[in-house]
């Protein structure tokens, strides 16, 4: 099975990326000092948070930051309840979304991060004496979660180094932010958005009008990850692609305005009950629930 454009393009070090080039300079400067700080990157969705921390991290411990495996940990919480969580590791690495297990985020940071402080790489070719945890959606970790997290921190500082990714700052406590070097990654540009939808038509050898890939960049909200799924979907849709193409949304978008228009035409308990039902589809199909609610907002 061939990989979706947007896998199959994504950079894998900072010399491939295509834009925001003042923090890429910045980034490979931080991948040299000796005494790197924990990190906490912020920014919307699309905006290329992960793929510069995975960059990042090639190029701190080099290519084998890319020998990544799929793992299953498990945990055992106070009152006896078994929780497993996925995460992905390297000999460098090990990379985890906490939110995933709901209320007993606390006891899964704190259990994963003492591991991998306590274990030592068994790769020798780096020079690097710490290990990296990887933590996804930091904004959604609960406040007991990132005041436990704060002491780890503190704790195994000598050998181990956190790296957040988040939407926002507003969720993060400020004793979290005040021990993390903070860095900002901004939606691309329109114009940087359809220089890489280009790029990524050109490698494939086919051809788009750039008003075309204006109108993806703008549907997409400069959402990169979007953009590019979009266009491979239009191109294999509809190619040669002509100027005056009317691009087709995404499904799931298309039903939280269709719940929208049915709140405003009927307030009804069998109406309310259907409508239910049809949220709990979303949610269902890994829609979040406040992405659902800007939909409502701004829709």
């Not at 793929?51 to 890319?66: D, H, M, S």
């Not at 181990?160 to 903070?182: D, G, H, T, V, W």
């Not at 590019?228 to 949304?249: C, D, F």
Request: hydrophobic share 40%.
């Amino acid at each position: 099975m061939s990989q979706l454009w947007v896998d199959k393009y994504r950079p894998s070090s900072l010399n491939d990326l295509d834009f925001h080039n003042n923090l890429t300079e910045q980034l490979k400067k931080l991948a040299k000092t000796e005494d790197l700080p924990h990190l906490l990157f912020y920014g919307p969705p699309g905006s290329g948070r992960k793929t510069r921390i995975f960059a990042f991290l090639k190029e701190i411990f080099g290519p084998g930051a890319e020998k990544i495996r799929l793992d299953t940990k498990s945990f055992v919480t106070p009152s006896s309840k078994k929780v497993d969580v996925n995460v992905i590791t390297s000999n460098y690495h090990i990379e985890l979304t906490p939110s995933d297990v709901g209320i007993y985020d606390r006891i899964v940071v704190q259990e994963i991060i003492k591991e991998i402080a306590q274990t030592q790489s068994v790769d020798t070719s780096s020079n690097k004496s710490f290990k990296i945890v990887l933590l996804n959606e930091a904004h959604s970790l609960s406040v007991d979660a990132q005041h436990a997290l704060r002491r780890t921190m503190e704790k195994y500082a000598n050998n181990m180094r956190i790296i957040m990714c988040c939407n926002s700052l507003s969720k993060i406590i400020a004793p979290i932010r005040s021990r993390c070097f903070m860095i900002r990654v901004p939606s691309p540009t329109i114009d940087q958005t359809v220089k890489v939808l280009n790029g990524v038509a050109k490698k494939e050898r086919l051809a788009i009008p750039d008003i075309v890939s204006e109108k993806i960049a703008i549907q997409s909200e400069r959402n990169l990850r979007a953009a590019v799924i979009m266009l491979e979907a239009e191109i294999s849709r509809n190619y040669p692609v002509p100027e005056n193409t009317v691009l087709e949304g995404f499904d799931w978008q298309d039903a939280i305005v269709a719940i929208a228009k049915d709140i405003i035409g009927e307030q009804t308990p069998s109406k309310l009950l259907f409508i239910r039902k049809k949220i709990y589809e979303l949610l269902t199909t890994c829609i979040p629930p406040l992405v659902i609610i800007k939909v409502f907002n701004f829709r």
